[in-house]
């Protein structure tokens, strides 16, 4: 049976909960194109399926910050999928800090697992910093949904090497996570 995974793209496009912005740049666009193109990766290799939580760039999920994020995770927790990950951009105001980094709820689990080879694919396949796996169980998505999940940081659109990256090489994005995703599992990297 295929391994069901929940992709939600972090952020709405307009009204509640929308994202950070810098260098010209929209998070809630970055995370829907490479959410996208994780899916389609994902759904064309038959071991697995996915399913996004923004099917189209301009859809709006709740009508405020807290109604958002239970869309998604009842989303997922309702399909059942098997594992969530959550697809979002940093931003700090110092634009010096850059990098890739994936949130947890708690150390030794499988999404802490998952999230070190997500990382990794990332780091390797477009180059960005490895900021390392964190902690955060107050994060509403990786304490509610009911399957192992990770909140993954692409890099940060406040510095300019990161937002180029994050503009340019979305595929690579993509393929950075998939390629995690094959790790973990002990799939052969495509």
């Not at 295929?2 to 909960?17: K, V």
């Not at 910050?65 to 110092?94: E, G």
């Not at 802490?112 to 990382?119: D, E, G, K, N, V």
């Not at 690579?172 to 002990?186: D, K, T």
Request: hydrophobic content about 35%.
């Amino acid at each position: 049976m295929a391994i069901r995974i929940f992709i939600d793209q972090g952020h709405n496009p307009s009204g509640p909960n929308t994202g950070a912005e810098g260098n010209g740049l929209r998070e809630q666009d970055v995370t829907y194109n490479v959410g996208i193109y994780l899916a389609s990766l994902l759904n064309d290799d038959y071991r697995f399926v996915a399913r996004v939580s923004r099917t189209s760039p301009d859809a709006v999920l709740g009508t405020s910050n807290a109604t958002s994020l239970q869309a998604r995770v009842n989303m997922a927790n309702t399909w059942p999928a098997d594992y969530f990950i959550s697809i979002h951009c940093n931003s700090n105001t110092n634009p010096a800090i850059n990098g890739s980094e994936v949130y947890v709820y708690r150390e030794n689990s499988q999404s802490y697992w998952l999230a070190q080879h997500i990382l990794e694919g990332i780091v390797e396949r477009v180059g960005t910093r490895d900021n390392g796996v964190r902690l955060n169980p107050s994060l509403y998505v990786l304490r509610r949904t009911a399957m192992p999940a990770v909140l993954v940081e692409l890099g940060y659109l406040s510095n300019a090497s990161d937002a180029q990256k994050l503009r340019d090489d979305q595929r690579g994005f993509a393929w950075g996570i998939y390629n995690g995703l094959l790790s973990y599992f002990g799939f052969a990297p495509v």
